[in-house]
């Protein structure tokens, strides 16, 4: 997974958790991703994507996506809209941010790790 970022990105998962957005190292990123979720089964359906390119180098993808949590006990699901940077270096694309404002959570709260609800 830590191919697909730039060295930092900046991340605002402040609907979800009520942190403030921030901007962390991709290593970090994906350590965390996987402490909170690697216990968890996980299904992402995403659709609708919207591409536009401010310029050559750069890119905004907008995509709708449901998010399925399931643990031992607890299951949820999250409605929401990504946004995700995107850099190019090189020849390859990388995220360099993601966004993620909720529509609305179904379920056990606390399987979404870090959850303000």
């Given at each position: 997974?830590?191919?697909?970022?730039?060295?930092?990105?900046?991340?605002?998962?402040?609907?979800?958790?009520?942190?403030?957005?921030?901007?962390?190292?991709?290593?970090?990123y994906v350590k965390s991703r996987r402490e909170s979720l690697d216990h968890l089964k996980l299904h992402h359906l995403v659709g609708n994507y919207e591409v536009?390119?401010?310029?050559?180098?750069?890119?905004?993808?907008?995509?709708?996506?449901?998010?399925?949590?399931?643990?031992?006990?607890?299951?949820?699901a999250s409605h929401c809209v990504y946004t995700f940077q995107l850099t190019k270096q090189a020849d390859d694309w990388k995220i360099s941010g993601i966004t993620q404002k909720i529509l609305w959570n179904e379920g056990a709260a606390s399987i979404r790790s870090g959850s303000k609800t």
């Open positions: 997974m830590l191919s697909c970022f730039t060295d930092e990105l900046y991340t605002d998962y402040s609907d979800l958790r009520g942190a403030p957005p921030q901007t962390v190292s991709a290593a970090d536009n390119f401010p310029n050559p180098n750069a890119a905004r993808c907008r995509a709708s996506m449901i998010v399925w949590r399931r643990g031992d006990a607890e299951e949820s």
